[in-house]
T-cell receptor
Framework: SAVISQKPSRDICQRGTSLTIQCQVDSQVTMMFWYRQQPGQSLTLIATANQGSEATYESGFVIDKFPISRPNLTFSTLTVSNMSPEDSSIYLC???????????FGPGTRLLVL | AQSVSQHNHHVILSEAASLELGCNYSYGGTVNLFWYVQYPGQHLQLLLKYFSGDPLVKGIKGFEAEFIKSKFSFNLRKPSVQWSDTAEYFCAVTSYNNNDMRFGAGTRLTVKP
């Protein structure tokens, strides 16, 4: 399985600001995914990031709010834009060879918006 | 709507007790099934998975799960839990009719020493 790191591990931000979360994988992977895990809840897929193409967003998530970059096969970023307290959550990246295949998860970024 | 249901929100057991966590899904067609575990302060880890073949799947740390197609279920079991099994357990499903991995709400397991 891949080794995945995320930066930052946690942050406290002011409303109206933006935070960019980085996800680094130790090997080349086809697909990277970004999830949100709100307090006490399960994981919700935000978007799928493929290298060389635009990210695919799930219902309820838009590019203006969560822009994603995927410059190569080992790295991706997720930006949480114009943050509000409702964005307080854990953001996780995961990797897999396909959307129906096993996914391996990073440690998550714990975000608190004041 | 297609969904994944975990009926037990919080389970409390004593050490050596047997465990069964329920997972049901509403997808039709061919599915891939997963159980992930999240230990306190740690990231999600794959416990076991089912793609095809023997419906009784063995995973790490003595866990197993049984896929019962007629019941749309993939329950997780362990014959004797340990204090170190205290964690959050998530069932997840992917299907050939859907492209993304759907997670259940999770079950928090507390094992008393």
């Amino acid at each position: 399985s891949a080794v995945i790191s995320q930066k930052p591990s946690r942050d406290i931000c002011q409303r109206g600001t933006s935070l960019t979360i980085q996800c680094q994988v130790d090997s080349q992977v086809t697909m990277m995914f970004w999830y949100r895990q709100q307090p006490g809840q399960s994981l919700t897929l935000i978007a799928t990031a493929n290298q060389g193409s635009e990210a695919t967003y799930e219902s309820g998530f838009v590019i203006d709010k969560f822009p994603i970059s995927r410059p190569n096969l080992t790295f991706s970023t997720l930006t949480v834009s114009n943050m509000s307290p409702e964005d307080s959550s854990i953001y996780l990246c995961s990797v897999g060879q396909g959307r129906r295949e096993t996914q391996y998860f990073g440690p998550g970024t714990r975000l608190l918006v004041l | 709507a297609q969904s994944v249901s975990q009926h037990n929100h919080h389970v409390i057991l004593s050490e050596a007790a047997s465990l069964e966590l329920g997972c049901n899904y509403s997808y039709g067609g061919t599915v891939n099934l997963f159980w992930y575990v999240q230990y306190p302060g740690q990231h999600l880890q794959l416990l076991l998975k089912y793609f095809s073949g023997d419906p009784l799947v063995k995973g790490i740390k003595g866990f197993e799960a049984e896929f019962i197609k007629s019941k749309f279920s993939f329950n997780l079991r362990k014959p004797s839990v340990q204090w170190s099994d205290t964690a959050e357990y998530f069932c997840a499903v992917t299907s050939y009719n859907n492209n993304d991995m759907r997670f259940g709400a999770g079950t928090r397991l507390t094992v008393k020493p």
